[in-house]
């Protein structure tokens, strides 16, 4: 497969509205309330949900990740036990 012919499937299979989908997003530590910057990666499909650290108290979040078809993201973190 060519790499003309992998954007074509990523395309199809998802969307980035006018080619831009957000890559980074700010999100408050449902934990300690800190601010932090984390790094989005809309080719992992238009909704995700995975785990990350918080990088200032190391705990756990849940993340569930959608981006609408404009390629905007909408980030929810919630505890581990929500």
Known sequence: MGSGE???TLDEDFPLGGGVADTMACVTCP???AD???TLDPGGG???RYVEDCEVCCRPWQL???WDP???ALVDARTEDA
């Open 64 to 66: 569930t990740v959608t």
């Open 36 to 38: 932090v910057e984390i």
């Open 6 to 8: 992998l954007v074509s």
């Open 70 to 72: 404009a390629g905007g």
């Open 46 to 48: 238009s909704v995700q």
């Open 31 to 33: 934990y300690c309330g």
